[in-house]
């Protein structure tokens, strides 16, 4: 249903963590006002998944999703 999604990640820094059909694909860290682009088709396709572990700070995303074509 939806095509590209961006999200900004705000005020606590954090863990972003990827994976795919069972391989551990790695993760990379999310500063404050940093900016993540997953393309919806791309990981669908590749069967990704992406978890954000549990923080013990206040953290806010803004998520913007686009319709697929």
Do not use: Q, W
């Amino acid at each position: 249903m939806f095509g590209d999604i961006v999200g900004v990640s705000l005020i606590a820094p954090c863990k972003f963590r990827c994976a795919a059909r069972m391989a551990k694909l790695g993760a990379c860290f999310a500063r404050s006002r940093t900016v993540l682009r997953l393309s919806v088709e791309r990981a669908v396709t590749h069967g990704v998944e992406h978890s954000i572990p549990p923080l013990d700070r206040l953290r806010y995303s803004v998520t913007f999703r686009n319709f697929a074509r």
